[in-house]
């Protein structure tokens, strides 16, 4: 039923890249942008074809900003119809999003809350000289096409050891993921059924029902998807030296560690080793993921109530669930700081995609709910001890028989650097836009 060659691969599946780039692209004019995109169509990569050679180097991925689509030419009536948060922009939402204080629009780089910001093209690449191969005929591809220009790029690394996948502070990355029904991916024991797939892709039938209205002409919005994009710094000296001050043995480290996650940094879940790590159980997909939070740890002695992976996925715990998933894309830029080692002060973090049929019920309400409000669970005065916006007064609560402990003013151990909303349109829906004109 999914159309494999008109979506693209981004939110489908995951290629095995160990490097990428992210260019941030801004169109002189209308005839400028859809020159760039009619010369790169061919290369953006279908879900039905990523994954079919052995032969895949690097994927390619292009979504465009509500203002690039109005540069590219696309007709104000369709223009309207897009939903109101995606029009807006990823700046104009800081208040429903709660990105305030160092994590502000006004402090983002690369001019990611600019207005002329219009589109994204996202490499994938196996490894990094595959990357640095298709930097140089992209650079010489947009010096060619005149008018367009790069606002700004990222290149992403994946940290060694390459076995597992992992972020900045240590932590394996990639356990739990929706699958979409209609893939033919089998979800991993405890993950719940497939989520129908217009929750991720336009004009399908989502946990709701029948496929809901969508964008007009309907060539350019069926089977795209919403992403929003988020470049998160991670503040490795300040958490390991945070883990240090509450912890007075390594063991007792790994154990504050987890509490602020949900999880070991082996992938362990709490709920399921709740007094001690056990990395055999993180690296094996069909167990790291079979557990439930009402039934299996209702008062949060395994997994505090505020754990990351707790708000961000409350599983039996909250409703509504199957409308509020996420697929989330990325990876992590900026050289690893070695252990012991005092922080050097570069920046490091993840730049990431969270991708959904509707930014609004989706990613807006993670953040705005999950993520940074203080009384999510009752907590009273708390916010994502990984990624909420922290700025010394919010607490973090760690139930404990027979007395609960609480670390008080938790500090900001990441800062989103910037953000964005893109629409990734299909196949067809990017050869429409190519021949558009303007103000027709
Ligand atoms: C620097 C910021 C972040 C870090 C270091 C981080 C790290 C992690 C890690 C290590 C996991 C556990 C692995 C897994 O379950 O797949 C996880 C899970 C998750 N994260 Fe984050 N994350 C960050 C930001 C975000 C953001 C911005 C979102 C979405 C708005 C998000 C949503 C999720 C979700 C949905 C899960 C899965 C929870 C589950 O299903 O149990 N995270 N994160």
């Not at 929750?199 to 029902?209: R, W």
């Not at 690893?336 to 002060?345: A, I, K, M, S």
Request: net charge neutral; glycine share 12%; aromatic share 10%.
């Amino acid at each position: 039923m999914l159309d494999f060659d008109d979506i693209q691969h981004f939110l489908m599946s995951r290629p095995p890249a160990r490097a990428a780039r992210y260019e941030f692209l801004s169109f002189r004019s209308g005839v400028g942008g859809r020159a760039w995109l009619t010369g790169l169509i061919d290369k953006v990569g279908t879900a039905g074809a990523v994954g079919s050679s052995l032969l895949d180097a690097r994927w390619v991925t292009v979504g465009f900003t509500w203002n690039g689509l109005q540069t590219l030419g696309v007709a104000e009536a369709s223009l309207a119809n897009f939903p109101e948060e995606f029009r807006q922009g990823m700046a104009a939402r800081a208040g429903v999003l709660g990105t305030a204080g160092a994590n502000h629009p006004d402090h983002w780089v690369g001019g990611l809350a600019s207005p002329n910001l219009h589109a994204i093209v996202v490499l994938f690449a196996r490894d990094v000289a595959e990357r640095e191969r298709c930097r140089g005929e992209h650079g010489r591809y947009v010096a060619q096409c005149g008018g367009v220009e790069v606002l700004s790029s990222l290149d992403l690394e994946a940290i060694p050891p390459f076995d597992y996948a992992h972020e900045h502070f240590g932590y394996r990355d990639r356990l739990s993921q929706p699958v979409i029904e209609g893939t033919g991916m089998e979800p991993t024991p405890g993950s719940g059924p497939p989520i129908k797939p217009g929750e991720f892709f336009l004009g399908y039938p989502d946990e709701e029902g029948p496929a809901a209205a969508l964008p007009q002409p309907e060539i350019l919005s069926r089977n795209g998807s919403y992403v929003a994009y988020l470049r998160m710094q991670e503040h490795v000296g300040a958490f390991r030296d945070f883990l240090r001050a509450h912890g007075e043995t390594p063991e007792q480290q790994e154990l504050i560690a987890a509490k602020l996650m949900g999880r070991w940094r082996s992938g362990a879940p709490l709920v399921l080793a709740p007094d001690k790590d056990d990395p055999k159980l993180g690296a094996d997909s069909q167990r790291s993921n079979d557990f439930n939070y009402a039934k299996m740890d209702p008062h949060g002695y395994g997994c505090p109530l505020g754990a990351h992976i707790r708000r961000m996925n409350p599983r039996d715990t909250a409703t509504n669930m199957n409308r509020r998933k996420m697929i989330r894309r990325g990876g992590t830029y900026g050289p690893p700081l070695p252990e012991g080692v005092p922080d050097d002060g570069i920046e490091r973090g993840i730049a990431a995609f969270v991708g959904c049929a509707s930014l609004v019920r989706q990613f807006e309400f993670a953040m705005n709910v999950w993520t940074n409000d203080p009384n999510f669970h009752e907590l009273g005065n708390e916010r994502d001890p990984i990624f909420g916006t922290q700025d010394g007064t919010f607490d973090m609560t760690i139930p404990k028989r027979p007395i609960r402990k609480k670390i008080i003013g938790l500090p900001a151990f990441t800062t989103i650097r910037g953000g964005a909303y893109f629409f990734l349109p299909g196949i067809k829906a990017l050869r429409y836009l190519g021949p558009l004109r303007d103000g027709v």
